[in-house]
């Protein structure tokens, strides 16, 4: 195979090794093979001296990421068992937490799109970048599924009920609303990006930040919290809609209008993951909720419907099962959160290091 036609490109120049994600027709989404790759290189380059930062970015011009090959995913739980999505997760969601403590200073260049398993890759690192072009979201209630790597953990972190209103309605948002949620730690043109890249070859990551670092366009989230904060602090997906629809406020009504357009299934699950995760801790205790989760998720048919709806048919009709929130039983809800026993991911009973923050 070309070295052009590699799904992850790898290199090194004076300090620092780079890796590029190089599927830019599907948007670089990820594939099992390339988890294995990615992981293989962050070996390699944790005990390579001459190495003293890792930069990850995407190939082309759309984006980081668009997230995991979720056409993969939906042959395989229509056709297979879900056995291949099952592995992929666990080698992914190894990764993911791999990301959050590794050693070196990693740089994650967040241009342009960086969805799903995109997050997981990026929003993990130590250095998360982003641009006037980024547009970041954790989509997966739109095709009937919950947010995973680590997404649910990292949402928790962001001010007040944010985490709660991106992960319910899968909004994208850009470079300031990052900033604000705790999703990213810098804000660089992408004019500059090449140069910053670049540099870190030969400079230390901390001057190169203070030579390509400026202060992002304005967001909107930090505009909105007065209902964001309101309404998403109910303890239920239906008294949430009930409270956005009587709000008042214009962007509100659009809120509960798009969330009764997803998996009433997914909200529910997605919601009490995101409450359970404030309580677990670690970043490795929620991936080990989020495993059972998306495991779960492989036997329902929201998943497969989903993918079908939004991806394989376009028609953006998806028929969901239940079809409403008041027909979701709690105990749809538990048996997401049901141990797996022996197919535990088992990562909180791993020795681990505190995140690293450069």
């Known amino acids: 195979m070309a070295a052009a036609e590699e799904p992850v490109l790898l290199h090194t120049a004076g300090r620092a090794a780079y890796l590029t994600l190089n599927r830019p027709r599907a948007l670089n989404a990820l594939t099992h093979p390339m988890v294995r790759r990615i992981d293989e290189a962050l070996t390699a380059w944790e005990h390579d001296p001459a190495v003293e930062t890792v930069v990850v970015t995407g ?53 342009g799109i960086v969805m799903g398993g995109g997050v997981g890759v990026s929003a993990h690192g130590s250095v998360r970048v982003v641009t006037e072009r980024s547009r970041i979201a954790m989509p997966e209630t739109g095709i009937g599924f919950v947010p995973d790597v680590g997404g649910t953990y990292l949402l928790t972190l962001a001010p007040g009920e944010l985490g709660t209103h991106l992960a319910l309605t899968g909004g994208q948002i850009g470079a300031a609303d990052a900033l604000l949620c705790g999703l990213a730690d810098h804000y660089v043109p992408s004019g500059a990006l090449r140069q910053f890249v670049d540099d870190l070859a030969g400079t230390p990551v901390r001057d190169a930040l203070t030579r390509h670092v400026q202060p992002p366009p304005e967001g909107e989230l930090a505009g ?51 409450r359970r995760a404030r ?77 690293v923050a450069w």
């Open 279 to 355: 309580r677990l801790g670690p970043l490795e205790r929620v991936l080990d909720q989020e495993y059972r989760v998306s495991c779960a998720a492989l036997a329902a048919p929201d998943l497969v419907e989903g993918i079908r709806a939004q991806v394989i048919d376009k028609d953006r009709r998806p028929r969901w099962s239940p079809a409403t929130l008041a027909e979701v039983a709690d105990a749809d809800v538990e048996r997401h959160f049901s141990p797996l026993g022996s197919r535990e991911l088992g990562l909180a009973g791993s020795d681990t290091v505190p995140e």
């Open 59 to 111: 190939a082309g011009e759309r984006g980081l990421c668009a997230g995991g090959d979720i056409r993969a995913i939906h042959d395989d739980a229509r056709d297979g068992g879900g056995a291949a999505s099952a592995a992929f997760w666990r080698d992914e969601y190894h990764l993911n937490a791999r990301i959050a403590r590794y050693p070196k200073p990693y740089v994650a260049v967040m241009d």
């Open 224 to 274: 909105q919290r007065h209902w964001i904060d309101a309404c998403y602090a109910a303890d239920s997906v239906e008294e949430i809609v009930q409270r956005l629809l009587a709000h008042g406020a214009p962007a509100a009504k659009e809120a509960a209008e798009t969330l009764l357009a997803k998996s009433p299934t997914a909200l529910k699950v997605t919601l009490t993951a995101l």
